[in-house]
């Protein structure tokens, strides 16, 4: 049983690793994870920063291919390989990016976004960008958005990873996400939305980077109309979920065709079988 969803919504907490979300107070998280379909060891790009990773993570290609191999704030310069936010804009499907980071101008190829918040200036709290997006979803109802939540990656660089203060970065990133969410309840459109969370990178010390087991896996998370629920994917011993499987899992979900040479897959296994699907419905 395929999945399909008339909504996505892609959630990104930066510098989010595995364990450090499992330590912390993350309602909202937790609830997506206990109702939808989750692996802690979903591996990012071998470069481990947030700007190649993010990019990866919303064109379904490596580094290599997007060309994107900077993490700085660089005006009109853009990936070489199409975004999800361009493969809906060709599907004719409304789009949207709110982000806590100045640099993530690199998505806001024009014609693109019909939608965005980017900030002139960091750091912004993960509440209010949660906040941004729960008003674009009230107001527009997008079809395809991404959220970047910042705070715990630069909570990771200014007093390291795993330490109390990146736990409670934890979870005022977790009530942004709650902001996301409840939106979408208010809206009537949870039902028919994908949440897609994930990250980019984890880290240890106060920084992140190649080579380094701890940097490099992160969770992901699926929920929505025809996901499994409470399924760890690391059943399917064969199944290696990828950053890159963002982005043909948010295609396949919108019936959106991923152009040629993608390298992420949708990640069939969160499908939940008929009888799933007729026992959560009380049938």
């Not at 109390?164 to 939305?193: F, I, M, N, Y």
């Not at 963002?246 to 069939?268: D, I, K, W």
């Amino acid at each position: 049983m395929p999945v399909r969803a008339r909504h996505v919504v892609i959630i990104s907490i930066d510098g989010l690793r595995h364990d450090v979300l499992l330590r912390a107070d993350a309602p909202n998280v937790r609830r997506l994870i206990d109702s939808g379909s989750y692996t802690f060891w979903a591996r990012t790009v071998p470069e481990c920063y947030t700007l190649p990773a993010h990019v990866s993570m919303l064109t379904g290609v490596s580094p290599e291919k997007h060309g994107v191999t900077w993490n700085e704030h660089i005006e009109e310069a853009y990936p070489l390989s199409p975004t999800v936010f361009e493969v809906a804009k060709r599907g004719g499907l409304s789009t949207a990016l709110v982000s806590g980071k100045t640099k993530f101008v690199v998505f806001d190829k024009p014609g693109t976004l019909d939608w965005r918040f980017l900030p002139r200036d960091e750091p912004v709290p993960d509440t209010f960008v949660g906040g941004v997006g729960a008003t674009i979803i009230r107001r527009h109802r997008p079809q395809l958005l991404f959220v970047h939540l910042a705070g715990v990656d630069a909570v990771g660089h200014e007093f390291g990873w795993g330490t109390p203060a990146q736990l409670a970065a934890v979870a005022e990133a977790d009530k942004a996400v709650g902001l996301v969410l409840a939106a979408l309840e208010e809206t009537k459109l949870r039902d028919s939305t994908l949440v897609l969370l994930t990250a980019d990178h984890g880290g240890a010390g106060r920084e992140h980077g190649p080579d380094d087991a701890r940097s490099q896996y992160v969770p992901w998370v699926a929920n929505g109309p025809g996901v499994r629920r409470n399924y760890d994917l690391t059943r399917n011993v064969e199944l290696k979920v990828s950053v890159l499987d963002t982005f043909a899992t948010a295609c396949g979900a919108l019936g959106l065709r991923p152009p040629p040479g993608v390298e992420g897959r949708f990640v069939a296994d969160i499908s939940a079988a008929p009888r799933e699907l007729l026992r959560d419905t009380g049938r």
